[in-house]
């Protein structure tokens, strides 16, 4: 009996995967043939997709379920959520990130933690309307973290990164910081009893929050050093260039699992260790290699990404969930246009005071952030995503499952804001940014324009843009004098000086990096070489 058991859910595991990789298939043909569309995006079009299957199988299953295997966070967080973290880091575009980290940090960090308390403090006022007593402190912090959580792929998806270089880079970087700091946030929450809150509770809440912080960037760090340190000294390329992608993959997720398995923050370990090995390991392997990592990493976090949506689709229509609900769908209406209203205002009252402060630093006009990009970074932030998801179904799941009726509203409220955000605001997108970026003008109001997207991988971190050697070629004579409005308003040029300088002296002669690491030819051009050899001598 116990082996037939085991036959039937091996099974049903094979007939699930088979399933999922035949939507994959056709998601990928779909989103190919809609890609010009002025409406869809890959990600709605995965949803939709996932609400199809999810109808499909309720039908067939006379509606006993509606996807083939149950949400597991554990899945989301473990195997799908590190590809798409390092993919992020491993592809930015450097120098527009860390020329605009400080603008970063306040729209991701500060943004974020605002949203938290509107959504947090929101929730805890207008939730005792409509008599939902089985909410205690820890819930309504925790709604706070889960629903500050953005999902920015659909306005990504929109935007050029050639033709807007700032508002890409604020988009993209502000999108994973927010996800890590939500997650941070969720996690500390957990670990702390909350029932009593005292000074010293809340102070050891936020020292937890900088903690984390702290030692999962730092560790990202120091796990992407010694990739390039191994890989520099080794030589591996020299006999195989599939052992140095190997162990790029194979330490790029250890360093998520180990910051996993002393309660640090994965993801922005992960997300430093892919700016580390971008900068310093990337460089270290033979060109075959660089290729195929590159590639290869895009296409992990693209499938990741799309099984994300597909599964979201799916479950929206579990009738385990919506059988609870069903019984006071009134209440479940309320809860989930409150969170969708402090969505909105959360976001609102980040982004725009944020934006302005930044704006106080930048002082050339170019370099300013404008309403009509702040209009888009507020947009990009409306989508909750899977992050969301994946944090309530930890919260108020018990393995994917719901037991009791108030979390399967807040689960179903979930679903319902996360379908809400991405399907409206997502075909939304395409028409919003085209009409407040059109293709005339979004190179004017933007920093220069970068080189393609495989050249920003070969960029330094940071650049000095008060180079005299620039300034020379250009033939301007107005160089500006040091006054201390300067050193307020601009820090970044010398801070951008003396990291090249430490970079350049310390860092890449001993981990690597552009032009501190010789030519090395894959092992299929050293043998193409040594055949030549032979008939050179002839010809000779």
């Given amino acids: 009996m116990d082996w037939t058991t085991l036959f039937m859910k091996m099974d049903a595991s094979v007939d699930s995967i088979t399933l999922f ?34 109808i499909f199988i309720l039908v067939t299953t006379k509606g006993k379920s509606s996807h083939p295997f149950v949400f597991d966070e554990h899945l989301f967080f473990i195997y799908l959520l590190p590809p798409i973290i390092f993919n992020a880091g491993f592809q930015v575009k450097k120098k527009q990130f860390f020329q605009n980290f400080i603008t970063i940090s306040l729209l991701g960090a500060v943004g974020c933690l605002i949203s938290f308390v509107i959504i947090w403090l929101g929730a805890t ?25 953005t999902d920015t792929v659909c306005t990504l998806q929109v935007l050029n990164q050639d033709e807007t270089p700032l508002l890409y880079s604020l988009v993209f970087g502000e999108g994973v910081v927010n996800d890590a700091t939500s997650v941070v946030l969720f996690n500390a929450i957990q670990r702390f009893d909350l029932s009593h809150i005292t000074s010293t509770v809340a102070m050891g809440l936020f020292g937890n929050f900088i903690y984390l912080f702290i030692t999962s960037t730092v560790l990202g ?12 000294k080794l030589y591996l390329g020299r006999h195989s260039t599939d052992r140095e992608v190997a162990l790029m993959i194979l330490m790029a997720y250890l360093s998520y699992m180990v910051a996993e398995l002393f309660d640090l923050s994965g993801i922005l370990t992960v997300f430093f ?4 090995m971008s900068h310093y390991t990337w460089h270290n392997v033979t060109e075959k290699s660089r290729v195929t990592t590159k590639h290869g990493f895009a296409t992990l976090s693209f499938i990741s990404e799309i099984f994300i949506f597909l599964y979201v689709g799916m479950d929206a229509l579990d009738i385990e969930k919506w059988k609870f609900v069903s019984k006071s769908p009134g209440k479940s209406i309320g809860v989930s246009s409150i969170l969708l209203v ?58 994917g499952r719901t037991q009791q009726p108030g979390n399967a509203i807040m689960i179903t409220s979930t679903i319902t804001v996360v379908l809400f955000t991405n399907v409206v605001c997502g075909l939304l997108t395409k028409p919003l940014v085209r009409f407040l ?26 650049t000095n843009r008060d180079d005299p050697k620039q300034d020379s070629m250009s033939g301007s004579d107005n160089t500006p004098r040091p006054n201390l409005r300067m050193l307020l308003t601009r820090p970044t040029p010398s801070v951008h000086y003396y990291w090249r300088m430490f970079d350049d002296t310390v ?31 002839i010809v000779e």
């Fill in 342 to 399: 402090l969505v909105l205002v959360g976001r609102a009252a980040s982004v725009f005071p944020l934006c302005f402060l930044s704006n106080l630093t930048r002082k050339s006009q170019n370099e300013k952030i404008g309403f009509k990009q702040q209009v888009t970074v507020w947009w990009a932030g409306l989508m909750r995503g899977a992050v969301s998801v994946a944090l309530a179904y930890n919260w108020f799941t018990m393995s």
């Fill in 507 to 537: 860092m890449r002669p001993i981990f690597g990096g552009r032009g501190f690491v010789p030519h090395i030819p894959s092992p299929e051009q050293n043998s193409l070489h040594e055949r030549l050899l032979p008939e050179q001598d």
């Fill in 437 to 462: 970026l059109p293709q005339h003008k979004q190179s004017s109001n933007t920093m220069l324009p970068e080189i393609s997207s495989e050249m920003s991988l070969v960029l330094p971190i940071l």
């Fill in 273 to 276: 260790c892919g700016i580390v």
């Fill in 221 to 232: 760090i120091v796990v992407g050093l010694l990739t390039a340190y191994v890989i520099k």
């Fill in 21 to 54: 990789v035949v939507l994959l298939c056709f998601c990928i043909v779909i989103g190919h043939l809609l890609e010009k569309s002025r409406w869809m995006t890959e990600s709605v079009t995965a949803l939709f997709i996932g609400l199809c299957t999810g």
């Fill in 125 to 149: 006022l207008m939730f005792r309307n409509l008599d939902i007593g089985f909410l205690d402190l820890k819930d309504y912090l925790a709604l706070g973290a889960i629903f500050s959580a």
